[in-house]
Nanobody, 117 residues
Framework: VQLVESGGGLVQPGGSLRLSCAAS????????MAWHRQAPGKEREYVAG????????NYADSVQGRFTISRTNANNTVFLQMNSLKPEDTAVYYC???????????WGKGTLVTVSS
């Protein structure tokens, strides 16, 4: 199983970034996907999630209206479009694949997003 995040980097406040997560080694279309993040000195927190079919999404209050999660099952990829970025969005962003009824849960190694002027 592999989840490989990309697209992180340095961006100014108010800017945008698009994160990608390429999945392999499991049946991607059967898993819900999510993004989590961990800021320096803080615990990892949930950011956004999407169902296996891509028909429902969910967001943390802190990113609602600014971030959009999407997926392409044909290409085994999940995305996180981040707009109107704020310094408090600075964190390592992790991709997660899960099938909770079966206690299956996989994580990527993360990609760093830094929002600073």
């Amino acid at each position: 199983v592999q989840l490989v995040e990309s697209g992180g980097g340095l961006v100014q406040p108010g800017g945008s970034l698009r994160l990608s997560c390429a999945a392999s080694g499991f049946t991607f279309r059967m898993y819900a996907m999510a993004w989590h993040r961990q800021a320096p000195g803080k615990e990892r927190e949930y950011v956004a999630g999407i169902t296996s079919a891509g028909d429902r999404t969910n967001y943390a209050d802190s990113v609602q209206g600014r971030f959009t999660i999407s997926r392409t099952n044909a290409n085994n990829t999940v995305f996180l479009q981040m707009n109107s970025l704020k310094p408090e969005d600075t964190a390592v962003y992790y991709c997660n694949a899960n099938r909770l009824p079966y206690a299956l849960n996989y994580w990527g190694k993360g990609t760093l997003v830094t929002v600073s002027s």
